[in-house]
Each structure stands twice: as structure tokens, then as C-alpha cells.
């Protein structure tokens, strides 16, 4: 890697900017290299990888049932992963370094900034406007727009932007273009020698002094990517938005958490900052998945990246408020999340990341993918059978850490000072708590699905609207 911290390694010097960068993995000839350019050769078989999953996991859970000392290896198991829960609940979350000052902005690392959208007339001028305002020295960074091929006002708008601000550059993608959001980023990058990527939907809100609290991250030479803590922006509006926001704050705290001891931190797509000598090393974003930040997550992984976290100022954006369009974006989630697993668990069993990050990333898969699954099997045998559920000790585990770093991670970003904010605090905790349960529901539907029928690679969004807030919690 680079002695200097900030800036990209240029040995190719004359090449086209993304030809230099991808000369360093697409022409292996290192064992590290070989490496790299096996990432995306397991992404085939998914349907049939999916249906073993399952039925392992019923055949898993039925079996237990059916013997006396079933409850006792869950108990186990849970006893294991109970002491990484243990590690991460003492942890201290790594220490924020200070933002850049104002004499260190001539110098600064250079960024771009993509957003790929479609269809986003609702909310693309608010976003682009606030890119554009950035508290950061002009030269130093661009914003990029990749339309692709939106049929309403989107293109109007983004070009009489263009107009206006300098720094902005558009793109427009034909009809034919294929790979989806990820081929949108793709292509932009093609044409960018920024020394930092950053990505944001369309409808993120983002605060004027974002990049000088971002930047300073990528201080540390393995700091491969940032994700900017999320908000949502429109929490009040009904019971769906209230149990994202605390959602969210649930996601910080465990992204702090699993960073701290050296575990696995997540990228989220918005608000998500890539070092662009990592994103090259690692083969772009990959088009061939359904959730292309999840997946970049485990490629930065096993390349021996880091992904740091950034508190605040978060990055808002807008939650969804109808209970079909709830299910839509979060069965796209649970599938890419699980895609990940499908498509690169030879490498990950395989140690790449070390035995902190692959433990940590075993047990999260076992707690958000897994126990969830066995549930319905469990609840099955429960009824027919009438026995203890075989999964108990496991759910009590991983329900009393789900509200722990909602009570914890709730704090962190908005403390309590009255009786009116403490009452707030815990309706806000039972709403919350009460919101995650979908989970044991979607999870369940989407790993089925997946066995049966995957879903079509496309650009899958959700719709936005044009909510108008400034200030995030």
C-alpha cells in the first residue's frame, strides 16, 4: 500500500486513470492478486446454494427436537456466541479524530462525490445543491450525477445544475446500459482519479462540515472505506418512520461496537466513503448483486481493508412510510445481505480476514440470518410436538442485545435531560422494539423466495418523496 496515506500509487502514469488503478488486480501475478480476481467467481448457483441453506437449517432444527440434548448444544452455541456479545457490549467505541482545520483544506485528500439516480425529480436538486455548498476548497473535490436513464424531470434538472456549479459533472446512461446502480458507478469512476469515492441516494440531506469529519479517517493507511451514520429525516410522520429511526441508532451502535473489537464494520450505500485505490484493488462495485454496498463490505474485507464509522453529522435520508414499500426495500436487503454469504463463503471460511472479523461475521450471520429461519421449524415442532422452543436460549440472547443497543445507541446520539425526554425516549424504545420484529418475518419469506426464485438483477429503488428537513438527530 501507499506510504502516503491520502493519495493513490500512479505507476502506470499516462494510462487512462481506471486503466492505471485496475492494472494493479486484473492482471494477476501474485498469490495476493490471484486473490482478487477470484472475488466474483462464486456468484453462480445462488438459487441452489440457497435451498441447501434451508434445508439444513430445518433439517438442523427438527433434528434438535428429536433429541434429548438438542437444547443443550443450543445452549452451547448461544454460550459462544454469547461471549463475542459480551466483547462487544465492554468495548469502547474507537476514539473520532478531530475534522480538518481550515489550513489543512489546501492539502486535503480529493473527493468525489456520485450519486446515481433515477427518477429522483422529488429530490435531486435539494441533494446536489447541498454537494455543491460543501465546507471543503473547491478544487479539491466534484460532484458527479449519473442519470440513468430516468423518465421524468431528473436529466431537466441536473443539467441546468451543471450550469450553475462547476463542479458538477453528469452523466447520462442510454436505455440499453446494464448493471443496474452498480454499472451507473462504474462508469463514473472510469472517469474519475479523485482520491476518495463517496456515494449518496438521492435523497440523502448532508451537512456542510460532512467531509471534514470524514476525511481525517482515511488518515490510517488500512482504512479502506467510511460509512456516515444515518438518520431519518422524516421519523414523525407514522409508526413505520419512528421504528427506522430507532433502527438506525441500533446500526450505529452496532457498527461502533464491531469496529471496536476488530470486527466487521458495514458499509450502507448512502453516505458511504471508499478509499478509490481499495475500490480498484477489490474490482469495482460489483454488478452482478442486488445490494452492491453489503457486497463491497466482505470484498474490502478479505482484501485486509478496514471499514471505519463515522458518527456525526449523520446522513439523512428519507424512511419509507407504507408497509408494501417497507417489505419491498427490506426483502431486497435480506437477499443481498445473503448473497454475500452464498457467493464468497469458500473465502471467508478460509480465514482471509482474520480470526476476529470472520468470528464476528459468523456469529452476526447466525443472529440476523439464521436464527430467524429456524424459527419457523422451531415454531413448528412447538405445535406439533408441544415442546420448549429448541431456539430460546438463542432469541432471549440476541432480543436483550437488540434492545440494549437501542437504549445504548439511542443515548449516544440524542442523551436524555428531562422527565418529557425520558417518557419520549421510552415510547420511542417500545416502538422501536416492536418494529423489529419484521425481521422474523422477512427473513424467513426472503430465504424461501431465494431457494425458489431469486430476484431479477435491476435497479430496484425506493420511491422518494421531497421531505424537507434540515436538522438530523
Not at 83 to 101: D, E, F, S, Y
Not at 395 to 412: D, E, H, I, T
Not at 424 to 450: D, E, K, N
Request: glycine share 6%.
Amino acid at each position: 500500500m501507499s506510504q502516503n496515506p491520502w493519495n493513490t500509487p500512479d505507476p502506470d502514469e499516462g494510462l487512462d486513470p481506471i486503466e492505471a488503478i485496475l492494472s494493479d488486480w486484473s492482471d494477476p501475478e501474485t498469490e495476493e492478486e490471484d486473490f482478487r480476481s477470484d472475488f466474483f467467481q462464486g456468484t453462480g448457483g445462488r438459487r441452489t446454494k440457497a435451498a441447501f441453506a434451508l434445508m439444513m437449517v430445518w433439517g438442523i432444527v427438527l433434528a434438535l427436537h428429536l433429541v434429548s440434548w438438542g437444547i443443550w448444544l443450543v445452549v452451547a452455541l448461544t454460550g459462544m456466541i454469547g461471549v463475542n456479545i459480551l466483547r462487544l457490549v465492554v468495548a469502547r467505541p474507537n476514539p473520532t479524530p478531530k475534522p480538518l482545520a481550515a489550513q489543512d483544506l489546501a492539502t486535503a485528500p480529493t473527493v468525489a462525490l456520485l450519486v446515481a439516480a433515477k427518477n429522483e425529480a422529488a429530490v435531486i436538486e435539494r441533494l446536489v445543491r447541498q454537494l455543491c455548498a460543501l465546507d471543503y476548497q473547491r478544487d479539491r473535490y466534484e460532484v458527479w450525477v449519473i442519470d440513468d436513464y430516468s423518465t421524468d424531470r431528473t436529466p431537466e434538472i441536473i443539467d441546468r445544475l451543471a450550469l450553475e456549479f462547476p463542479q458538477l459533472q453528469v452523466i447520462h446512461r442510454p436505455a440499453n446500459a446494464g448493471g443496474g446502480k452498480s454499472g451507473a458507478l462504474n462508469q463514473a469512476i472510469a472517469q474519475i482519479d479523485r482520491d476518495i469515492i463517496a456515494v449518496f441516494d438521492a435523497d440523502a440531506i448532508v451537512a456542510p462540515d460532512l467531509l471534514r469529519w470524514v476525511i481525517p479517517l482515511f488518515a490510517d493507511e488500512q482504512m479502506g472505506a467510511v460509512q456516515v451514520r444515518k438518520a431519518i429525516s422524516n421519523p414523525e410522520e407514522n409508526f413505520w418512520a419512528k421504528g427506522q429511526a430507532v433502527e438506525m441508532y441500533l446500526d450505529s451502535y452496532y457498527q461502533q461496537q464491531r469496529i471496536g473489537i476488530g470486527g466487521i464494520g458495514e458499509l450502507r450505500g448512502n453516505g458511504q466513503f471508499v478509499r478509490r485505490m481499495a475500490l480498484a484493488r477489490c474490482g469495482g462495485w460489483n454488478e452482478e448483486t442486488i445490494t452492491d454496498d453489503l457486497d463491497l463490505t466482505i470484498r474490502l474485507h478479505l482484501d485486509r481493508w478496514q471499514i471505519g464509522f463515522c458518527l456525526d453529522p449523520a446522513i439523512g435520508e428519507e424512511g419509507v412510510t407504507r408497509v408494501q414499500a417497507l417489505w419491498h426495500q427490506r426483502s431486497r436487503w435480506a437477499e443481498g445481505g445473503y448473497q454475500r454469504y452464498l457467493d464468497y463463503w469458500r473465502l471467508i471460511i478460509r480465514n482471509r480476514m482474520g480470526v476476529l472479523k470472520t468470528w464476528d461475521l459468523i456469529c452476526f450471520f447466525i443472529l440476523q440470518y439464521v436464527l430467524p429461519t429456524a424459527a419457523i421449524p422451531d415454531l413448528l415442532m412447538v405445535v406439533l410436538r408441544h415442546h420448549v422452543p429448541v431456539m430460546m436460549p438463542m432469541s432471549a440472547l440476541v432480543m436483550s442485545f437488540a434492545f440494549l443497543g437501542m437504549v445504548v445507541g439511542s443515548l449516544r446520539v440524542r442523551p436524555v435531560g428531562s422527565m418529557r425526554e425520558a417518557t419520549a425516549f421510552l415510547v420511542s424504545l417500545a416502538q422501536g422494539f416492536t418494529y423489529l420484529f419484521h425481521w422474523f418475518i422477512v427473513m424467513p419469506a426472503t430465504t424461501a423466495r431465494m431457494a425458489i426464485r431469486p430476484k431479477r438483477l435491476k435497479w430496484v429503488k425506493t420511491v422518494h418523496g421531497s421531505t424537507n428537513i434540515s436538522v438530523l438527530p
